[in-house]
Structures are given as C-alpha cells and as structure tokens.
C-alpha cells in the first residue's frame, strides 16, 4: 500500500533541486489516486512498458492527472511528482525545465508528449466568455433576477459563480476552482459576481439564493456542490472527477 509520505518525503522540490530519476513512480489507480498530492509541481506520466510520455507543470497535480487518465488511460499508468515548496511561475518553470533537461540529456529525445504539436495531453484552450445575466445595469429587468439565476444553473450542466473572469479570476479561492475545472477538462459556464454592469444584484442575490454566504459557487445539474473548500477536497479525493464522469 502507497502512502502519502513517499510524496511528501520524497517529492518536494525546493528550487527545482529534486531530480527526475530519484524520484520513486506511482501506479495511477482509483486506489493509489487519492495520494497524489493536489498541489503545485511538476509530474511525469509513463505507460505500461515504463516509458516516460509526458512532462507537465500544473497547479493541481492531481486534477491533471485524473485528466489525463481519463483521456488517454494507456498512456497513463505511472506517475512521479515533485511538489513545489513556493509555486510561482519561475519555481514551476524551473522545476519542469530542470526535470525536462535531465530526461532529454539521458536519452536525447524530448517526451512523445511534448513534441512540438503534439495535443495529446494538453487540452485546447477554452474560447468560451463569461455569461452575463442582464443586458445592462439600466435595463429594467421584466423578471426577477432569483428567477434569472434559476434558470442558469437549471438550463447549464456546471455554472461557476466567480469573483472576476474565467481568464482572470479576482481573487485566490475562484483562481484555484478555475483551475480544477479546467484540469479536469470540465465543460462549465462562469459568471463574474463582482461584474456590476451586466451582473448587478447578482453577489447578494444568489447568497439568497443558495443560502451560502461566500464565493466562488459551483452548480451542477441545478443544485449547489460547494464552494472552494468542498471543490479542492473533492478534487484531492478523486471524488470530483468522478462527478464529472457520470
């Protein structure tokens, strides 16, 4: 049975010191997924001849690989990872460079994964905008907007309700439910509750609503899952992408 302390003994790089080859793989299972730590670092992903795939750097290691197994299971067997200690972009670039740089001088070849126009593992970036619930601010609304907001989350499979845009989110708890949505490759429509131009009313309205009291609010199938304490402990489970699955 894999524990969790092989990752965080193990797997911690600080200053991207950790390398690659002592870094001990894990079997990706629906037992062993739950050990994969959900934070930010560096990961690679092997098949089942052992041979390394794909390198990836993601702010939720675990939501990235359930990802990846779902999408391409044969590819995705094994998996080694490198949490990092302070995960702003240079320690996540270094660290997947310094990975990077220790497979391509071992070997002499980049991953099949990350070869210049390979789409295998990374997903294409979402077009879609923002949803706004009204015309405008001045446009007299010919019903209520509770009602409005009960037809969104009724009509659409997943709504997040968000502080800023999907593209920039406002503030740290909707950055870290963005980002599991879309490593989870979740196809979801968001709305900016601090937008008081087209969404105005919406922030206390839908506290109403959905009696809870803070933001981001993700719906599925009309009914409130949880905000971002519930969202991170699902995806750190495997219980979210299997939400998702259904």
């Not at 499979?157 to 406002?170: L, T």
Request: proline fraction near 5%; charged fraction near 25%; hydrophobic fraction near 35%.
């Amino acid at each position: 049975m894999w524990s969790l302390s092989l990752f965080e003994e193990q797997s911690s790089i600080n200053g991207s010191t950790w390398k690659l080859s002592e870094t001990e793989p894990v079997p990706v299972t629906t037992e062993t997924e739950a050990l994969i730590p959900s934070g930010s670092g560096v990961y690679a992903v092997y098949d089942s001849k052992k041979e390394l795939q794909f390198i990836g750097l993601s702010r939720n290691i675990a939501a990235s690989v359930a990802t990846h197994q779902k999408r391409v299971p044969e590819l995705c067997v094994s998996v080694k990872v490198g949490t990092v200690d302070e995960p702003d972009r240079a320690s996540l670039t270094n660290a997947w460079k310094s990975w990077m740089e220790e497979h391509i001088s071992g070997t002499g070849k980049v991953p099949p994964g990350n070869e210049s126009g390979n789409i295998t593992w990374l997903r294409q970036q979402q077009k879609k905008s923002d949803l706004r619930l009204t015309p405008g601010r001045h446009v007299q609304l010919t019903v209520p907007l509770e009602e409005l907001i009960d037809r969104l989350v009724k009509e659409n499979e997943v709504v997040a309700f968000i502080k800023g845009s999907r593209n920039a989110p406002q503030c740290g708890f909707s950055q870290r439910v963005v980002g599991i949505l879309e490593a989870l490759g979740v196809d979801y429509e968001s709305l900016d509750v601090l937008d008081e131009e087209y969404n105005s009313g919406l922030r206390e309205t839908l506290k109403k609503y959905s009696n809870w009291p803070t933001f981001p609010q993700v719906f599925v199938k009309g009914e409130l899952l949880g905000g971002c304490d519930i969202i991170s402990s699902m995806a750190e489970s495997g219980e979210l992408a299997k939400v998702f699955q259904k």
